[in-house]
């Protein structure tokens, strides 16, 4: 993890993530699809190395912070594998018989729910 942070501390600011809102979105795709951890720690690192003026935190601006925070933990709950409890209760459902959507019908039920709710979300708070 730390070569892909140094990096970040250097380019962090050329990838074009300006704002709260495409903090959220892309800390919550990637997050929908890996660990909420190192999706929060590379998201940071990506804020860390932008010199903004404003409240901070940690050294990151506080609306990036949020954002991120706020991507890297609901939407891991889009995926089985964003979210280890996610998986968890599928293997235990299987286990007594309670039949589970498919990783792709999980997904399907996931955005056609969550989609929107994180779009209202985005145009209230963001």
């Not at 709260?20 to 919550?28: I, L, M, N, V």
């Amino acid at each position: 993890m730390q070569a892909p942070v140094q990096i970040l501390n250097i380019y962090g600011s050329q990838l074009g993530l300006d704002t709260p809102t495409k903090f959220f979105w892309c800390t919550g795709f990637l997050s929908s699809f890996l660990d909420n951890a190192p999706t929060y720690v590379v998201f940071f690192e990506t804020a860390k190395s932008m010199d903004l003026a404003g409240t901070q935190v940690a050294g990151v601006s506080e609306a990036f912070l949020i954002a991120i925070s706020l991507g890297s933990v609901l939407m891991g709950a889009m995926t089985y594998i964003g979210n280890g409890p996610n998986f968890m209760v599928k293997a235990i459902a299987e286990k007594n018989n309670i039949r589970m959507p498919s990783f792709f019908g999980y997904m399907f039920y996931s955005f056609a729910v969550l989609i929107p709710i994180f779009l209202v979300t985005t145009l209230i708070f963001l």
